[in-house]
């Protein structure tokens, strides 16, 4: 850090002996609560943090430097839907914000899921007091929704059955879900049909789906409709039940 001194400071006297040349080129003495920064910027000389492009002027260079080592050290963590037991500190801290409880991120900063999850009612009550404390408690207790319908689906080339989990039982849910096993977007799929009696195809919509058996079985084939060569390729899905009529 370069202070800026009057000019007859510096000049050098030739008769002066060592101890003098050391006295005058240091300067005049600064106090100890003196900002380095500050009388820098005063006298027409950047500060660091003004001269590095791209850095926020309102933060200083140590707050900066920080900023930037926690970024860089920093490992990106996913969106956490709930805390488990096997849930990692940076997990239980990304929970924690988007839970809306970011004011005891500080606090919880060291703990697990499984650390997390043995705290008692009164004992979250007395670290965030009563409104958060309950409020935490219920968020950490709760459980995973079960599906309200469960279906079974095997690809035509594959061995192997695939799981469909829905609790909207909506026929766009049916086909996000579809989507996903061919790892397709959903709006390639035009609509899905039910092979019924006499091998009829039944367009599905949402009362179709509500009226699924639970468990049960489909095969899935995938027929591709015929579109122009400038439209995006479009598929319906065929749902033939292999389990029951």
């Known amino acids: 850090m370069l202070t800026e001194v009057p000019l007859e400071n510096a000049i050098v006297n030739k008769k002066q002996g060592p101890s003098s040349v050391a006295s005058s ?5 600064i106090p100890p609560n003196h900002n380095m920064a500050g009388a820098g910027t005063a006298q027409g000389v950047m500060s660091p943090c003004q001269q590095r492009p791209g850095l926020d002027p309102g933060l200083s260079y140590e707050q900066e430097s920080c900023t ?49 999850l043995t705290l008692t009612r009164e004992e979250l009550i007395q670290i965030c007091g009563l ?29 192997v059955f695939h799981v469909l989990y829905l609790s909207a039982l909506t026929c766009q ?32 919509n949402d009362e179709v789906v509500q009226n699924m058996p639970e468990s049960s079985q489909y095969t899935v084939e995938v027929l591709k409709m015929s579109v122009s060569e400038e439209s995006t390729e479009q598929y319906r899905v065929l749902l033939s039940r292999i389990d029951g009529p």
């Open 173 to 204: 849910e049916l086909i996000e879900k579809l989507a996903n096993l061919f790892n397709a977007s959903p709006s390639v799929i035009v609509d899905v049909h039910l092979l019924g009696v006499n091998k009829i195809h039944i367009l599905v």
């Open 68 to 116: 930037s080592n926690r970024s860089s050290n920093s490992s990106p963590v996913g969106v956490v839907k709930q805390v488990t037991k096997d849930s990692t500190a940076p997990e239980v801290m990304a929970w924690l914000k988007n839970a809306r409880f970011g004011n005891y991120i500080k606090f919880f900063a060291n703990y697990t899921g499984g650390d997390l």
């Open 25 to 29: 080129s240091r300067g005049p003495d």
């Open 131 to 159: 409104s958060d404390g309950i409020r935490l408690n219920n968020a950490l207790q709760v459980k995973t929704v079960r599906p309200r319908l469960t279906l079974y689906v095997n690809i035509q080339s594959e061995s």
